[in-house]
């Protein structure tokens, strides 16, 4: 029972831990920065906000919504791969290398719980594994109980972690850092085929959690960890022959990890460098002159950090963490040096040029990070190592010190380390209190307000129909001290209240439809075509925003904020949309003669090039109610195209699901149908179990040829690369289990027998 205990003391200690801060969980209630969001964007907007921001805002316009999504396809017994409410048509959910939808815990919490507790229990979750697993490698690398202990506190409640946990893309550096570097660490030191399969399920968990590239960041310093491991190994032995099973084991680790994550991160690479986007230059990323003062200022102040702008200069961790970590220098192990390279270079990673200069050309995953700033946590890391340490070093010389019983020195030994812990907690409470938004009911339902026009676009949808499309309208800014621009519908509610939007914030984003969109904008062609690196984060100005284009790109509704006028658009009178709903929280219009339901077309205009197709769709003369714009030509489609005298067919009906749509239609000539589903090469059409050719139609949707009579076609969708790449996990998977029930069954076989009583 005592060898229980000593176990398990600490999962029950850092689950205090973390309840000390998501115990109004317990009660009923819900940590979310989705409130704050929507009091300050219309339809929701009040006189006077109620809830206070918290730090991190992603949480709100992505990760919650995400979560919605996901929750509710799962409770019908579907997986989305599809994210069918962002952008022209929708775009790829699963490969997005942002959304974590491929994290096995997130899997766990979206099908046991509600959007708005699954996003509690995986927080608190984090913060409890993370907290355990750090004490778990302190005493790996050989530290005492103590330290081990306030190490593992102050980074389960390390002001970045906390900062960033409403953002669930990040959130799950909590666990993966100390958990890559652990099993690593034990692979190097004694390697063996149970601790190459740890090491290469944590980083492969590391690799689908949430943000790729500050993933990839990660695992690639574990990597040269464990390869700096090995040489210094070799080298203290001055035996080559000693270093090659440890890197067979990295070399093994490595191939491990790649597998068990490629039905993730395989689907993703490719989506990513299909997306026509470009990398951040060298040059844009390097920071201003000046930047060093604050970050300094940072590290034993926190005042600065109560302004959200400071989100990326999470560097301080609080005073007792910092003063211990100075006392770390002091220890004599060679941990020091590791914890002191991580702590400085990644405190000066995002303010130094020269640093900035070396991680571009020596750590390639960087060139994909926009902001440095996002790898501050390696920084925290390095700095709760230190603390570690430097209250190892403290501990030894009071033992030393106490030369009374020992009862009275291991009480007065657990005293010191009770306040020091107690110390960490009073300080950084208060903090992870502060920068995260209050906890409200989860009964008064805060999630979801609803006003009588957001009532009236509910309303409006059609049961059998394609999901109406919201255009939100926002207000220009005019108040310098109110952030927002007023825009609807921003980010959260296009899937919180499943109303599909033309608007959204999103990182990975195909450069299509961020074309089409910024055109929609009113961004003139020649830069809405330009590619950017950027998240894209749309809004649509009530003055600028292309009305005329409004019904060409399927949008049914046009929301406009109270207290304007749809007038005051430069494009009012290209259109004439009839007013649906005129009330305190806003204006909505209905947008005849759009263009949102799958058509059977028989004309089609070719062009050479994308730019071409936009400037054709987008053009006053083209019609898509009978016409396609489709990019390159076969003589097969040159001869239909003289077919465009032909009668028209029509769509009987159309539905969809989360990664498939069907369309049933009945016309007397071969036709084409276009579909509002962004194009994607990751779509199949089959028609009587014949697989269809899928074109881009109108730069930026879906359109098939398909034969005359009375046909259903179904469209499906799965990521390229996502079957072989499945089947290769699978298949790793169950190797890895083989050989961990091969091993164990070996050990047990070899295990001496019980001695018998005389």
């Known amino acids: 029972m005592k060898q229980i205990w000593s176990r398990a003391w600490p999962w029950f200690y850092f689950l205090s831990v973390a309840l000390t801060y998501f115990y109004p969980v317990l009660l009923g209630r819900s940590s979310s920065i989705v409130p704050a969001m929507q009091e300050r964007l219309w339809p929701w907007r009040t006189d006077s906000f109620q809830h206070e921001l918290g730090l991190q805002l992603d949480g709100a316009v992505s990760s919650y919504p995400w979560s919605v999504?996901?929750?509710n396809a799962i409770s019908r017994g579907e997986f989305p791969l599809w994210d069918w409410n962002s952008f022209s048509g929708g775009y790829d959910l699963s490969s997005d290398g942002v959304s974590g939808v491929m994290y096995p815990l997130h899997w766990l919490v979206w099908a046991l719980f509600d959007p708005a507790l699954a996003h509690d229990i995986f927080m608190a979750g984090h913060v409890w594994l993370g907290g355990v697993i750090m004490f778990t490698l302190l005493r790996h690398w050989n530290l005492g109980v103590p330290a081990s202990l306030l190490g593992g506190t102050a980074w389960a409640l390390a002001p970045f972690n906390t900062g960033w946990m409403q953002a669930e893309m990040i959130t799950p550096v909590l666990l993966c850092t100390p958990l890559a570097f652990l099993t690593m660490s034990r692979v190097v030191r004694r390697p063996s085929a149970t601790r190459v399969i740890a090491?290469?399920?944590?980083?492969?968990?590391?690799?689908?959690?949430?943000?790729?590239?500050?993933?990839?960041?990660?695992?690639?310093?574990?990597?040269?960890?464990?390869?700096a491991a090995v040489a210094l190994h070799g080298f203290r032995l001055r035996s080559v022959r000693s270093t090659l099973t440890p890197l067979a084991a990295l070399a093994a680790t490595a191939i491990g990890a790649g597998i068990l994550s490629a039905y993730s991160l395989v689907p993703t690479l490719l989506n990513l460098m299909s997306l026509g986007r470009r990398t951040a230059t060298l040059q844009e990323i390097l920071p201003p002159r000046g930047a060093l003062a604050p970050v300094w200022h940072s590290l034993w102040?926190?005042?600065?950090?109560?302004?959200?702008?400071?989100?990326?200069?999470?560097?301080w961790c609080g005073r007792v963490v910092l003063v211990l970590a100075i006392v770390g220098l002091l220890h004599r192990g060679k941990l020091r040096w590791v914890a002191l390279v991580l702590a400085l270079t990644f405190t000066l990673l995002p303010i130094m040029p020269v640093l900035v200069k070396i991680g571009w050309y020596v750590v390639p995953p960087l060139r994909a990070v926009s902001g440095f700033g996002r790898l501050t946590f390696l920084a925290t890391f390095g700095l709760v190592i230190l603390s570690a340490l430097g209250f190892q070093v403290l501990h030894n010389a009071l033992?030393?010190?106490?030369?009374?019983?020992?009862y009275r020195r291991n009480t007065m030994l657990h005293a010191a380390t009770a306040l020091a812990v107690m110390a960490i907690l009073v300080e950084l409470l208060p903090f992870a209190r502060a920068v995260n938004p209050d906890f409200l009911d989860r009964s008064d339902n805060p999630l979801y307000p609803e006003t009588r026009s957001h009532v009236a676009l509910l309303s409006a949808e059609k049961p059998g129909m394609w999901p109406n499309l919201v255009l939100p309208l926002s207000l220009p800014n005019t108040d310098p001290t109110e952030p927002w621009d007023g825009s609807s519908f921003w980010g959260t509610t296009s899937l919180v209240s499943g109303i599909d939007s033309v608007g959204g914030?999103?990182?990975?984003?195909?450069?299509?439809?961020?074309?089409i969109t910024r055109v929609m904008q009113g961004v003139p062609l020649a830069d809405a075509i330009t590619p950017f690196s950027t998240a894209f984060l749309p809004t649509f100005s009530l003055m600028w925003s292309r009305l005329d284009l409004a019904a060409k790109l399927g949008v049914t509704h046009v929301y406009v904020p109270p207290d304007s006028d749809l007038g005051e658009s430069a494009y009012a009178g290209a259109v004439s949309p009839k007013m649906i709903?005129?009330?305190?929280?806003?204006?909505?219009?209905?947008?005849?003669?759009?263009?949102?339901?799958?058509?059977?077309?028989?004309?089609?205009?070719?062009?050479?090039?994308?730019?071409?197709?936009?400037?054709?769709?987008?053009?006053?003369?083209?019609d898509p109610r009978t016409s396609v714009v489709l990019e390159g030509t076969t003589s097969e489609e040159l001869a239909a195209a003289s077919t465009a005298s032909a009668p028209y067919g029509r769509v009987v009906r159309s539905s969809r699901g989360s990664n498939f749509a069907r369309v049933s239609y009945r016309s007397p000539a071969a036709s084409w149908l276009v579909v509002p589903i962004g194009h994607d090469a990751g779509w199949t059409a089959r028609v009587d179990g014949r697989e269809l050719p899928i074109r881009v139609a109108d730069y930026a949707f879906t359109a098939v040829r398909v034969p005359s009579g009375d046909h259903q076609v179904t469209f499906s969708y799965r990521p390229e690369g996502f079957r072989v790449a499945s089947i290769v996990s699978l298949v790793g998977m169950c190797a890895a289990m083989l050989t961990l029930f091969l091993t164990g069954l070996r050990r047990r076989r070899r295990a001496p027998a019980p001695k018998s009583a005389p």
């Open 69 to 71: 999504s996901m929750h």
């Open 505 to 515: 914030y999103d990182s990975a984003v195909p450069h299509r439809a961020t074309s």
């Open 399 to 406: 033992a030393k010190a106490l030369t009374m019983r020992p």
């Open 199 to 227: 090491a290469s399920a944590a980083l492969a968990l590391a690799l689908v959690a949430g943000n790729l590239v500050v993933f990839l960041v990660l695992v690639w310093l574990v990597g040269l960890f464990g390869l």
């Open 301 to 315: 102040n926190a005042s600065l950090l109560e302004d959200p702008g400071s989100l990326f200069a999470l560097n």
């Open 581 to 622: 709903a005129d009330t305190s929280s806003g204006q909505v219009f209905e947008v005849s003669g759009n263009n949102r339901q799958p058509r059977l077309v028989t004309q089609a205009d070719f062009v050479t090039t994308p730019e071409k197709a936009l400037e054709a769709f987008i053009a006053p003369d083209h």
